[in-house]
Every structure is written in C-alpha cells, then in structure tokens.
C-alpha cells in the first residue's frame, strides 16, 4: 500500500489512538505522515524547459551532452544535476544498446552447482564472462576465461558478434 493511502487511514482526532500508534499500526513513520511535497521552483522549471528543447532536438544526447550544449548557449550547470532533471522529467537518451541478456525461451534455466564448494586450488573452477566495449560504430563483445582460485585471465577474445559458435571455437583453443 502506498504512503499515501496509509497516510489516508489515520486520523488526527481519533478518541483512543495517538497519531504515533496509528502510524504503527500501518506501519508508516511519523516523518513519512507529517511530509508535504515541495513542488519544483521556477529556476528549475526554466532549466527543465531548456532541457525538454534541446532534447526534443536531440534525443540522442544525454546529460553531459545536454549540459555542454547548454553550457555553449550560456546557461551553465553540471552535468550531474542535468540528469536528475531529465531523470524526474522521465528523458533517456535513445540509442542502440547491447543485446547482452536476451535468454532464449526454451533454453532451461541450470541450478547452481558450485554453491557448497570450496576452491582452494588452481583449474578447480574456471569461469566465463562476456561484456561489450563501445565503439566508434557499435559494439565488440569481449570474452574472458578466468581461474576462479588464482584470478588469472587464462584467456579473451574480443568480437562483433555474441554468437555461440564463436565462443565455443574460443574455448577449444584453450
């Protein structure tokens, strides 16, 4: 239940239950109760406005690109408060990002096996990790094979593609 409607159930001039024990009971801190939310000032109106024009003409760019286009146009602001501004407003830089968890739906779903285990010693457990390093002009996926015990990189391979025959011919190099 939101805040809100806990805030709803209590009354302020309830006969047997203080305001402290009804916010108890639903379980709402007196802070909580007692909070009024201050509404935005006209500076921050007038910042989110400029923000909204330049992102409706770019809506590629993100914070620090917004903040440096403002800055051009002289209205200068760091980037981190650009972005809690077009966080609140709901903006988000459109661009293509990495497919890097798209499970297949009938791929199932394997328990974990080293749960209990102890690694103590070198090539017990090895590991495999992908992530993707931008480019110029998209994406490389970098493949890592690690030595869980002694942290080593056993091997990598860098990408342009995240397919599985690729990294199965990776690893039998190894």
């Known amino acids: 239940m939101s805040p809100k409607k806990k805030r709803a159930m209590i009354k302020r001039d309830h006969p047997e239950l203080s305001i402290s024990q009804q916010c108890r009971l639903v379980r709402l801190s007196r802070?909580?109760?007692?909070?009024?939310p201050v509404g935005v000032d006209a500076d921050s109106l007038a910042v989110?406005?400029?923000?909204?024009?330049?992102?409706?003409?770019?809506?590629?760019f993100g914070s620090r690109q917004i903040a440096a286009y403002l800055r051009r146009e002289g209205i200068v602001m760091g980037r981190h408060r650009v972005r809690r501004l077009m966080a609140k407003m709901g903006l988000e830089a459109?661009?293509?990002?990495?497919?890097?968890?798209?499970?297949?739906?009938?791929?199932?779903?394997?328990?974990?096996?080293?749960?209990k285990m102890q690694i103590?010693?070198?090539?017990?457990?090895?590991c495999a990790d992908i992530t993707f390093v931008p480019v110029r002009n998209g994406f490389l996926y970098l493949v890592a094979i690690m030595d869980w015990a002694s942290r080593k990189i056993l091997s990598w391979r860098l990408s342009n593609t995240m397919h599985?025959?690729?990294?199965?011919?990776?690893?039998?190099?190894i």
């Open 94 to 115: 459109i661009y293509k990002r990495p497919r890097t968890s798209q499970p297949h739906p009938q791929h199932p779903v394997f328990p974990y096996l080293l749960r």
């Open 48 to 60: 989110m406005k400029e923000i909204d024009r330049v992102f409706t003409k770019y809506p590629f």
């Open 31 to 36: 802070s909580a109760f007692y909070y009024t």
């Open 164 to 173: 599985a025959d690729d990294n199965v011919k990776f690893l039998s190099h």
């Open 120 to 126: 103590d010693r070198p090539n017990q457990v090895w």
